[in-house]
């Protein structure tokens, strides 16, 4: 694997995510919600930035984008073509199917609808990388938030679940604690879950990120992942709601 990917905290609970393709040195940023840690960021890598890659409209993931061009003008900001209305100005506009490229690295565009209508992810396939955003977070996944949401969400989450289970899955928020707290509601006695949840807490009291996350830890422990069908996925999303 030649893709080196960083969570990098921004705002209050949000990641974005730093890549760097080693045997070129291409460097891209994910879902800069904030230019500031970003811009930190590329500068720790080298101060090079090739792109930046946006999974969906909204602000805690595209905030940080103008200013982040703005200091690095070769970027190329790449975005799905069906949120071009409500994106910050793309250089290239993606759908599912397409290929990114970074350095000698290559993604496949997954559009991945639900959290919103336009969502995409960036799957590095050869890296075993998946950009996520908003979709899956460790232990949790998205709201649903647009009409349809919720089957389009039970839907993205399968095509997920296909892919090889050493994937690392970048998320866009820390939520893991909290989303543990809701998932042993659920499923009290499943190990893995409890070694996951124990696992966030350590890394969370000593101040480190709880992903990336694999694929594999969430098909043993991830409630929504874990539904038997479109029913049982709704009513754990809408407990989750109101879960305190
Ligand atoms: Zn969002
Ligand atoms: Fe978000």
């Known amino acids: 694997m ?19 393709d080693n045997p070129t040195g291409a460097v891209a940023i994910c879902d800069p919600g ?17 792109a930046i890659l946006l999974t969906h409209h909204h602000g805690d993931h595209v905030d940080g984008v103008e200013e ?11 975005g799905g073509a069906p949120d071009l209305h409500r994106l910050p100005p793309l250089d290239e506009a993606v759908k599912e199917g397409d290929t ?5 690295a ?31 977070f460790a232990l949790g996944c998205g709201r649903p938030l647009e009409p349809g949401g919720m089957e389009a969400l039970w839907q993205s989450l399968r095509r997920v679940a296909r892919l090889p289970p050493s994937t690392r899955l970048c998320c ?24 996951e949840a124990e696992a966030a807490g350590a890394l969370r009291a000593a101040g480190r990120p709880t992903v990336p996350t694999t694929l594999a830890q969430e098909l043993a422990a991830n409630p929504f992942l874990r539904a038997r069908d479109l029913a049982e996925f709704t009513a754990r999303r809408e407990a989750k709601n109101h879960f305190r």
Request: hydrophobic share 45%; with cysteine.
């Open 2 to 20: 030649s893709l080196r990917v960083e969570a990098v905290p921004c705002l209050q609970d949000n990641y974005l995510w730093l890549l760097r």
């Open 34 to 50: 904030e230019a500031a840690p970003a811009i930190a960021a590329v500068e720790g890598a080298g101060g090079r930035l090739d």
């Open 68 to 78: 982040l061009k703005a200091r690095f003008p070769g970027a190329r900001v790449i």
């Open 100 to 104: 990114v490229s970074l350095g000698a």
């Open 106 to 136: 290559r993604a496949e565009v997954m559009h991945l609808p639900g959290h919103t209508t336009g969502h995409i992810a960036f799957h590095f396939v050869a890296d075993h990388v998946l950009l996520c955003g908003d979709v899956i």
């Open 172 to 195: 866009g928020h820390e939520y893991t604690e909290s989303n543990a707290r809701f998932a042993l509601s659920v499923d009290p006695d499943n190990q893995a879950l409890r070694a």
